[in-house]
Every structure is written in C-alpha cells, then in structure tokens.
C-alpha cells in the first residue's frame, strides 16, 4: 500500500532555531517527492522537489534531503522566523498512475 | 499568468443545497486534479483530468459530486444536497509534466454546510 507518513505531528520551535522535519514512504515505484508548506487556510506551496537521482536541494533557509534507499526524506529549517509557521506536507508521487500521495504533514509554531 | 485560481475562497451553505466551485488552472498545464482537505488531514484525491477527459475518479467522488472541464481548461466542482460531512476545503492543482515540474495549487475553496 502507498503511504507517506511524517513526523513529527506537531512541533514548537524558538525563533532563530533550527528545525528537521521526517517524511518516510512506501510509494512504489517511486518518481518524486516534493515538500510543501501550507499556511493556515490556504493552499499548499511548493518548496522543493526531488527526483530519485537528487539528494539534496536548497531553498533558501530550507534544505531537503532524499534517501531513495531507504525511502527517507527531510526538510530541515535554519534560523526559523515567526513566519515559517505552517503546516509542512511530504507528497510522493509513483511514475505509474495520475495520482500523487500526501503525508499528514507536520504542523510547525515558531514563538518568539 | 497568476498561478491556479480558485473561486469562491469560502462559501456557506445550507444542507441539502447544491453548490458549484471553480478552477482555472495555469493555462498551459493539461493536467488537473481536485483534491479534498479536512482540518488536521492531508488532502484526499478527487478526481483527475487530462484535457478535457475525466481519467480517474476516487471513490470519495459518490454520485453527489460531479467534476468537469469542458474544454479542457477551467474546471468545475459540484456538490448537489450537501451534507455537513461536505465541509472541508477543496483543493485544485495543475501541472504540466509533474513528473519534473510538480504541481501548483490554488487557494481552495473552503466549503461550510451548516
């Protein structure tokens, strides 16, 4: 069964602290994993994307990594600011069939 | 191109009416994709258009729902006699080549039947 699952669920971070998010998945065969950050209401924005040959890719203060090996994947956040908090998703997409599959996603507070 | 829009951002219904949403999605992206988001959830797949052709269709799409593109740009989605179990946000997504490219999401409609 195809399943993406995160961790951790929720997460409180200090500003200016650094942070890493987990995404692990079962989805096979696999042809990319992208993460995205949803704020409160709206709809998820693309963050990076990630082929089976990458294993890392910067976005400003975000870094992801990919273990297609171990179908592992992270995004790890430097120097948080109040308005990274949001609702980060892992979505993995298999190279057969239309559809995509998403995590549950981490919810992120930074607090000042 | 402003990205994919979605139209309403929110509505307010009662039980039982019918309700119809939007999507236009980025005008050279063939593929498009609804998708359902409950509070606390992950999106659920909808349904999925390639043009104008429904190719696939979850089994959370019952018979109240309906989803078109008639020529294969803009979307609608229908829900006929909503029900509270309805409420959610909707979500549309558009790609070209999601394979390398990923997918763009609009705003989403948030739907609330009381």
């Known amino acids: 069964k195809n399943q993406v699952e995160q961790s951790p669920q929720s997460l409180i971070i200090l500003e200016g602290k650094n942070c890493t998010l987990q995404c692990n998945y079962t989805v096979s065969p696999f042809s990319n994993l992208r993460w995205y950050k949803q704020d409160t209401g709206r709809g998820p924005v693309s963050l990076t994307i990630m082929t089976f040959s990458e294993n890392t890719k910067s976005n400003g203060r975000y870094t992801a990594t990919l273990d297609a090996d171990t179908k592992q994947s992270s995004l790890h956040i430097t120097a948080s600011q109040l308005s990274d908090s949001a609702s980060y998703i892992c979505v993995v997409s298999p190279n057969t069939g239309n559809q995509f599959y998403f995590g549950t996603g981490t919810s992120l507070t930074v607090i000042p | 191109d402003t990205g994919v829009s979605q139209d309403p951002r929110h509505k307010i219904t009662k039980r039982g009416q019918n309700v119809t949403f939007r999507c236009d999605p980025i005008?050279?992206?063939?593929?498009l994709y609804w998708y359902r988001q409950t509070l606390g959830q992950g999106p659920e797949f909808l349904t999925y258009?390639?043009?104008?052709?429904?190719?696939?269709k979850s089994r959370l799409l019952s018979d109240r729902f309906s989803a078109e593109r008639p020529k294969g740009s803009f979307s609608t989605l229908e829900i006929q006699r909503t029900e509270q179990g309805d409420s959610a946000m909707y979500l549309c997504?558009?790609?070209?080549?999601?394979?390398?490219?990923?997918?763009?999401f609009g705003s989403g409609t948030r739907l609330t039947v009381v």
């Open positions: 258009f390639q043009n104008e052709a429904q190719l696939e």
């Open positions: 005008s050279e992206h063939n593929r």
């Open positions: 997504a558009s790609s070209l080549d999601p394979g390398n490219y990923g997918y763009t």
